[in-house]
């Protein structure tokens, strides 16, 4: 019987003391994206639920999760990138620092002579094509966006609706990556991908960036409870690497423990862990959390998360299966969530963790016991409710 989790130390963490050294430090913490974000009016902060009667069960201090179904109405964080990355790249072209830019602003028709060549191009599993759309529909630029195969039509429609052109491939999400680079270099497009490759790297790091606002509102709600584990998912590991960024560097003196979730089949920071560098996988990269279906680590991502996660994680389809029904049908008052195939990994994983014997030891070593606060960021809602009522009612 295979396990529902396999799970591999970080034999490369740096102590606290040495996080000051780490040339990536302070990149993403400081408030330029959250006051671009704040310019937008559908801006407000997502919630940050507290499971008081699940924590009580297993024996844990607090279980927080910060809930991203709301995000701009879009059903998930990844806008947070997308938007603040175009809002960049736009702002390069005009010669405008952030600190001098608002999304009113760009959306005032002044800059349409400026941007009447560009189009922006991305692939995407759904979340981030959804955000790069939204915005160059706000911007009233021309957007393509390509898919890899297995994804779905309700996703593809969420991304044509927003006026996009919208494709799925007959390719993974790595080689559907590479198509759309050799697409972009030959029409003129504007790539904005959240993974980087060798003199692809700006972009890439604005998108980082973007999603910091979603750590800076934590901080905030979380208030005197400071965090001291957080589990992350991770795809190319762009969101996992800076949280883990912002939040070991906001907590330094006491910085959490971050645990990293993957799917099995997509597990290229296990495999990384494993090999002791970063590692590719490929395939098919079948799982059913098809926000996570990425072989290859985003270099930028890696570098953090080789240096700061605690442990590494590859799981199971069930992990996710669990959390999404957890938190469909919380214990007693507990507040009922919406947590998509990507989202909910954590909350199963964590389950898994506190309550099947055969994780005691990994339980142990990572402390979790009745003095822990931790963090699960449910990263979208149900982006395909028709895929999500299917697993809810198994």
Same mark, same amino acid.
């Given at each position: ?200 790297? !700006?972009? @890439? $790091?604005? &998108? ?9 509102? =934590?901080?905030? *709600?979380?208030?005197? %409870? ?106 007693? !008052?507990? @507040? $009922?969530? &919406? ?9 199963? =994983?964590?389950? *898994?963790?506190?309550? %099947? ?38």
């Amino acid at each position: 019987m295979n396990k529902s989790i396999i799970w591999k130390k970080n034999d490369n963490l740096k102590n606290k003391k040495e996080i000051e050294k780490e040339k990536f430090y302070g990149l993403y913490i400081d408030d330029q994206a959250i006051n671009y974000h704040k310019s937008f009016s559908e801006y407000s902060e997502t919630s940050l639920h507290i499971l008081k009667n699940y924590s009580k069960k297993v024996g844990i201090k607090n279980v927080f999760i910060k809930d991203e179904s709301t995000r701009f109405g879009l059903n998930a964080f990844k806008v947070l990138g997308a938007s603040f990355a175009i809002g960049k790249y736009i702002g390069k072209m005009i010669n405008k620092d952030m600190s001098e830019i608002t999304f009113e602003y760009l959306k005032s028709g002044q800059w349409k002579k400026e941007l009447k060549d560009i189009t922006l191009v991305s692939t995407t599993d759904g979340n981030h094509g959804r955000g790069v759309a939204w915005t160059a529909k706000q911007l009233e630029v021309p957007c393509r966006i390509y898919m890899p195969k297995g994804s779905t039509e309700n996703r593809l429609k969420n991304i044509t609706d927003l006026g996009a052109y919208g494709e799925i491939t007959e390719y993974n999400y790595d080689e559907t990556v590479r198509l759309v680079n050799e697409l972009a270099k030959k029409n003129g497009w504007t790539i904005i991908q959240d993974t980087a490759w060798e003199g692809y790297e !700006d972009i @890439p $790091k604005w &998108i980082m960036k973007g999603y910091s606002t979603l750590a800076k509102e =934590v901080i905030k *709600e979380l208030k005197e %409870n400071i965090p001291t584990h957080i589990f992350l998912q991770a795809g190319v590991g762009a969101f996992a690497g800076v949280m883990a960024s912002v939040f070991t560097e906001e907590y330094i003196k006491n910085p959490p423990k971050i645990i990293l979730v993957e799917p099995s089949n997509a597990a290229c920071f296990f495999k990384s862990a494993l090999n002791n560098k970063c590692t590719a996988v490929g395939g098919d990269l079948n799982t059913i959390m098809c926000g996570l279906a990425c072989g290859e680590p985003n270099p930028l991502g890696y570098e953090i998360l080789s240096r700061y996660c605690d442990v590494f994680l590859s799981v199971s389809d069930e992990m996710t299966k669990r959390g999404m029904k957890m938190l469909n049908k919380p214990l007693k !008052d507990d @507040p $009922k969530i &919406i947590s998509g195939e990507s989202g909910a990994v954590g909350m199963g =994983v964590l389950d *898994e963790i506190m309550t %099947n014997p055969e994780y005691d030891k990994l339980k142990t070593y990572l402390e979790l016991n009745e003095k822990s606060n931790v963090l699960i960021i449910s990263t979208e809602g149900n982006t395909d409710p028709d895929v999500y009522k299917s697993i809810i009612e198994e």
